[in-house]
């Protein structure tokens, strides 16, 4: 494989969320050599991984994921993207603070430049033209080499995305928006058909829904119990619950597992590069990554399609 994989040429990216929130670094390491040796050549993370657990700071899946890269010397090998923004205070996306969370997340991710680096949360207040420019300023230091957006829509995509087109900037390339089988309504309308104006690779979060999607859970009780339970009220409803059963007799069709059809689904959604899937072990990462040999048919496809409303 090339030195430097092309960003639109990669099958899954692994998530670095559960980095430092449900495993640690000795349960992490196995995961990242696993996602290597089956070819997997991209990584999303961001410096707000994972702060929401007691006794963390932000920073934990990027340190992670760095001290990983040192170890096996495949830097060139690997797309990694990060993202800053995640604390949407009305400073964060200013260029001072953007330059500064750059340099920390070069830090841990022990790099000295991204592939890859995000608009992580829009706080709906600094002047999109502050935006643009802030993250301009990221590629015209030489520290980073393509620009995304994630959670950012509506007016707000819009402007920044103009801004950005401004003569002699830096334009963003990237899109990651939540979209799964059970969750349709962001990447869909004017975000999709700008992705596809512009040529944009799109890389969809929650892709599995939190879990949602794996066929685990036989009712919300059993969802309500994982670690991930903070996304019970936007994934499990009752237009969710009948759509799996969709879901389920696809998965018996094709002999595929539930997840495997959920994202041979979302693959195969238009303006869709690859998903982000996360895994707590090497044999989950496995059994998930199996998802690229399955093969849904037109009424297959179609029949998932209309399981959900959009």
């Known amino acids: 494989m090339a030195d430097h994989p092309s960003i639109g040429g990669v099958g899954m990216v692994l998530g670095g969320n559960v980095f430092g929130w449900t495993i640690d670094a000795e ?19 961001a410096e707000g991984y994972s702060a929401w657990v007691p006794g963390n700071k932000g920073g934990e899946s990027e340190e992670i994921i760095g001290q990983w890269l040192d170890r096996t010397g495949v830097r060139k090998e690997m797309l990694i993207g990060t993202k800053t923004g995640m604390a949407m205070t009305p400073e964060c996306l200013q260029e001072s603070a953007v330059r500064s969370a750059l340099e920390g997340s070069l830090e841990r991710l022990r790099t ?5 680096y995000y608009v992580h949360m829009d706080n709906g207040e600094t002047p999109l033209e502050d935006i643009a420019g802030a ?7 030489g520290h980073v080499r393509e620009l995304g957006l994630s959670n ?32 349709r309504a962001e990447f869909s309308g004017s975000m999709r058909e700008q992705c596809k104006a512009r040529g944009f690779a799109v890389f969809p979060y929650f892709s599995l829904a939190s879990g949602l999607l794996t066929g685990k859970f036989s009712d919300e009780e059993a969802f309500a ?5 903070f996304t019970i009220q936007e994934f499990s409803t009752p237009a969710a619950w009948e759509a799996l059963k969709v879901l389920e007799q696809v998965a018996n069709e094709t002999g595929a597992k539930q997840a495997q059809v959920a994202l041979a689904w979302l693959t195969a959604q238009d303006g869709v590069t690859a998903p982000i899937v996360s895994a707590t072990s ?12 399955v093969n849904l048919s037109a009424d297959q496809l179609a029949r998932l399609d ?5």
């Open 282 to 293: 090497p044999q989950q990462l496995a059994e998930t990554m199996g998802f690229i040999t």
């Open 112 to 116: 000295d430049y991204l592939d890859l």
């Open 306 to 310: 209309a399981a959900f409303p959009g």
């Open 27 to 45: 349960q992490s390491f196995p995961i990242l050599d696993a996602f290597y040796e089956a070819g997997g050549r991209m990584i999303d993370s």
């Open 225 to 229: 119990s994982t670690p991930r339970s």
């Open 135 to 141: 993250f301009d300023a990221t590629v015209k230091s």
């Open 152 to 183: 950012m829509v509506g007016e707000r995509l819009d402007g920044v995305l103009a801004a950005a087109d401004r003569p002699g900037g830096t334009p963003f390339t990237v899109m990651q928006p939540k979209h799964n089988f059970v969750s």
